[in-house]
């Protein structure tokens, strides 16, 4: 910092002060000048020296939907923590591979990180050539929050249960259909998992984005959707969608009377949307260590928890070894469900 000397402010340095404590004056003069006065941050730099500037959060998907919603809250409250503006930069685009192509290729200095999604495992195996390992290009930093999905159907479906919906789809000469937001997504692998277990004749219809699906399952062209529970819950509470069975392995507490598909007699059935936060390989473990005791301090806070829950998402923080494993695990079940399903990349 020798271009930051007291001198070099324009301050003469007084003569009976030590050279350590001259440094120290200059460092904090130059950060008070690097600043407005309304931007000075509440929180100091960690004792890696991070962060001297704003963070950005790339985000793999168009502003709105679940994951920039999730995304634009921990910012905010995570710039708080680290003292310095956490900055959303919506990169869409390839069910999520640009934004995650572009976050591996950025410098490892701590000073962008990615929402890792339950997309980037399935796309691991979903696409035959990705310009990103979502494993070894990627440094998990910990787990934001998970969200479950929800089997509706159209309530002029004779299906008010989950045996209901079974019988119909065996005594149905076409079977049943069931739509998605897209081939490879979490809401058409849900279907594909239950189909697996299920055994039932389901005829997967694949729409460009959620809106669409829920649109046409709505107006009774398809039969059931496996949606995310925040796109569904509103039809199903004002009684345009029919809610016969959730994905977690626990009930929601917005829906505290729709079964889950465990308890329903598909035991161990338990998928859901996930988010997390992960930095490009090889970014410095103390940055890594300083954002994830950041991010559960954000997700313990009971303003935090209480929108997410409103999201009807559990928030789920953790340890970067937690994260790192769990995905691992999802990239092995995914690899398995998509090859048995035969979906594809569109």
Known sequence: MSQHTPAA???????SLPRRALLALAATLACGAALPLHAQPSVQPGASGWPTKPVKLVV????????DVIARLVAVKLGDQLGQPVVVDNRAGANSNVGAEAVARAPADGYTLY????ANTINATLYPKLGYDPVKD???IGMIAKIPNILVVNPKLPVKNLADYVRYAKESKDGITFASSGS???IHLSGEMFKMQSKLKMLHVPYRGSAPAVTDLLGGQV???FDNTPSALPHVQAGKLRAIAITSAQR???LSDVPTLAESGYAGFDVQSWFGLAAPAGTPRAVVEQVNAALNKVLAQPEVRTRLQELAATPDGGTPDKMRQFAAAEIKR???????SGASAE
């Open 9 to 15: 402010l324009g301050q003469r340095a007084p003569s």
């Open 60 to 67: 793999g998907y168009a502003a709105g939907g679940a994951t």
């Open 115 to 118: 929402v890792y999604t339950i």
């Open 138 to 140: 990627f440094e998990p």
């Open 184 to 186: 490879g997504s979490s």
């Open 223 to 225: 039969d059931s959707m």
């Open 252 to 254: 929601s507490p917005l």
């Open 334 to 340: 995914w690899r398995e469900v998509v090859k048995e």
